[in-house]
Nanobody, 124 residues
């Protein structure tokens, strides 16, 4: 069982950048496909990005493609999300998650372990 703790959220102006981190403990981090999701007020949680257990495969939602980059450091047990050219519509609570299945690409139901989230606010 893996525990996940996100950090790096905050307030940024539109066009700015943030890097989110997700520290994993209690499990074999490099076994899991990992993902980032977000949820804005009044909206459903949506998929943002995913990365395979080895880091060799990456998938981004169309809404963030070209602006966000997911990466992982298996030696440090950390997942990252580099967010550039942020827009007001990117504002949300961002969650990292670990999938129990190694199926690629993962589907939302594969993600079983979740962090508590970190708030990202983008001012216009």
């Amino acid at each position: 069982q893996v525990q996940l703790v996100e950090s790096g959220g905050g307030l940024v102006q539109a066009g700015g950048s943030l890097r989110l981190s997700c520290a994993a403990s209690g499990g074999t981090f490099n076994w899991y496909n990992m993902g980032w999701f977000r949820q804005a007020p009044g909206k459903e949680r949506e998929f943002v990005s995913a990365i395979s257990w080895s880091g060799g495969d990456i998938y981004h939602a169309d809404s963030v493609k070209g602006r966000f980059t997911i990466s992982r450091d298996n030696a440090k047990n950390i997942l990252y999300l580099q967010m550039n050219r942020l827009k007001p519509e990117d504002a949300a609570v961002y969650y990292c998650a670990a999938a129990r299945s190694r199926t690629w690409p993962p589907v939302t139901s594969d993600f079983y372990y979740w962090g508590q989230g970190t708030q990202v606010t983008v001012s216009s």
